[in-house]
T-cell receptor, first 112, second 115 residues
Framework: DAKTTQPTSMDCAEGRAANLPCNHSTISGNEYVYWYRQIHSQGPQYIIHGLKNNETNEMASLIITEDRKSSTLILPHATLRDTAVYYCIAMISGGSNYKLTFGKGTLLTVNP | GAVVSQHPSWVICKSGTSVKIECRSLDFQATTMFWYRQFPKQSLMLMATSNEGSKATYEQGVEKDKFLINHASLTLSTLTVTSAHPEDSSFYIC???????????FGPGTRLTVL
């Protein structure tokens, strides 16, 4: 799986959009970009994933650059409950090689 | 999304004893379950992958005789930490995925403290 690089930490004001970047310059054509988050002392929570096109769901939007070497997770209106470690993972989806490799992630702190 | 539970949520045991942790998929059939370990201020590390009815596949460096994994049904996997020692104290998290499902659904985790 491709290695991803994320900033160690970010801050965001409550109510504002949180934009979390991720670099995955060695991503291969069949690797998806997955985003999970982990609130302190809880199990990770799936947020969103995508291959080429931008994706949006009820939690967030995922913007993937045309060359697929980087992506941005957008939380449109961050709340205090969005404070968590956010993990960006590049992974081949399906088949037998279906393992999530968690890096250090980005600690997002949403401030009141 | 799908719900995965773990039991117990926390456990304290004496050194040398064995501890069993259960992971259940409550509303879907989990063909594959994963077990992770997370030490304080560190990221999740995959320990093993198990498919229902098959032996688990362990990651490099994980002792299969110490961390026994059973995945006997499509809704239950267990992790038994045998002869636990203080260095085994950690946050153990399971996840599950179903056939044709792209996401892994995670349990809430089990905090193990070995005295």
């Amino acid at each position: 799986d491709a290695k991803t690089t994320q900033p160690t930490s970010m801050d965001c004001a409550e109510g504002r959009a949180a934009n979390l970047p991720c670099n995955h310059s060695t991503i291969s054509g069949n690797e998806y970009v997955y985003w999970y988050r982990q609130i302190h002392s809880q199990g990770p929570q799936y947020i969103i994933h995508g291959l080429k096109n931008n994706e949006t769901n009820e939690m967030a939007s995922l913007i993937i650059t045309e060359d697929r070497k980087s992506s941005t997770l957008i939380l449109p209106h961050a709340t205090l409950r969005d404070t968590a470690v956010y993990y960006c993972i590049a992974m081949i989806s399906g088949g037998s090689n279906y393992k999530l490799t968690f890096g250090k992630g980005t600690l997002l702190t949403v401030n009141p | 999304g799908a719900v995965v539970s773990q039991h117990p949520s926390w456990v304290i045991c004496k050194s040398g004893t064995s501890v069993k942790i259960e992971c259940r998929s409550l509303d879907f059939q989990a063909t594959t379950m994963f077990w992770y370990r997370q030490f304080p201020k560190q990221s999740l590390m995959l320990m093993a992958t198990s498919n229902e009815g098959s032996k688990a596949t362990y990651e490099q460096g994980v002792e299969k005789d110490k961390f026994l994994i059973n995945h006997a049904s499509l809704t239950l996997s267990t992790l038994t930490v045998t002869s636990a020692h203080p260095e085994d104290s950690s946050f153990y998290i399971c996840s599950a995925s179903g056939t044709g499902v792209n996401e892994q659904f995670f349990g809430p985790g089990t905090r193990l403290t070995v005295l």
